[in-house]
T-cell receptor
Framework: AQTVTQSQPEMSVQEAETVTLSCTYD???????LFWYKQPPSRQMILVIR??????QNATENRFSVNFQKAAKSFSLKISDSQLGDAAMYFC????????????FGPGTSLSVIP | NAGVMQNPRHLVRRRGQEARLRCSPM?????VYWYRQLPEEGLKFMVYLQKENIIDESGMPKERFSAEFPKEGPSILRIQQVVRGDSAAYFC????????????????FGEGSRLTVL
């Protein structure tokens, strides 16, 4: 069974600094999706960034980038120039690239941004 | 902006009552997923449905919980005889069908329904 692990329950970062959130996963599949979702206090889940496993290039979305290490099954999220609005729960997630499959979420990392 | 719509946003029930949560997927999406989030925890998968079909219900408790996605109308998550442990936020998400060009693999989430059982 696929599992997603986030070993950092809480992280903090100074405003304007850089922080990296860790994620590892377990799968026997060769092609799949990986995601980082953000859940602010409003509680709605917002997609931050996505990666397709067959693409070797790491995904980037403005201040957000990932370090995807397929062999190590690692998918970390780097937030550059952290802003107060980045404070939220961050969930790493996995989805097989086959029909009829769910997204599996990690337990989350609570990120605080210190002014 | 026809995103995923969930209602009610907040629902209070007494123990033993029934709770019905509704979800209308994004326009053009045919797949609906229900997740439960307990306080201070992550999202746990409950059930995955297409129109008139349950595809995967491996995360649904065996008793008191049911879900449907009829041909017409929203998807409904039904909890019978609620207990205090059912208090949680219930999130619905949708996605296009597999193979559709627009399918980027991500799920699009509603704002959630928060159930409180007294």
């Amino acid at each position: 069974a696929q599992t997603v692990t986030q070993s950092q329950p809480e992280m903090s970062v100074q405003e304007a600094e850089t922080v990296t959130l860790s994620c590892t996963y377990d799968t026997s599949e060769s092609d799949y999706y990986l995601f980082w979702y953000k859940q602010p206090p409003s509680r709605q889940m917002i997609l931050v960034i996505r990666q397709e496993a067959y693409k070797q290039q790491n995904a980037t979305e403005n201040r957000f980038s990932v370090n995807f290490q397929k062999a190590a099954k690692s998918f970390s999220l780097k937030i550059s120039d952290s802003q107060l609005g980045d404070a939220a729960m961050y969930f790493c997630a996995y989805r097989r690239k086959t029909s009829y499959d769910k997204v599996i979420f990690g337990p989350g990392t609570s990120l605080s941004v210190i002014p | 902006n026809a995103g995923v719509m969930q209602n009610p946003r907040h629902l209070v029930r007494r123990r033993g009552q029934e709770a019905r949560l509704r979800c209308s997927p994004m326009k053009g999406h045919s797949h609906v997923y229900w997740y439960r989030q307990l306080p201070e925890e992550g999202l746990k998968f409950m059930v995955y449905l297409q129109k008139e079909n349950i595809i995967d219900e491996s995360g649904m408790p065996k008793e008191r919980f049911s879900a449907e996605f009829p041909k017409e109308g929203p998807s409904i998550l039904r909890i019978q005889q609620v207990v205090r442990g059912d208090s949680a936020a219930y999130f619905c998400a949708s996605s296009p069908g597999q193979g559709r060009i627009a399918n980027t693999g991500e799920l699009f989430f509603g704002e959630g329904s928060r159930l409180t059982v007294l």
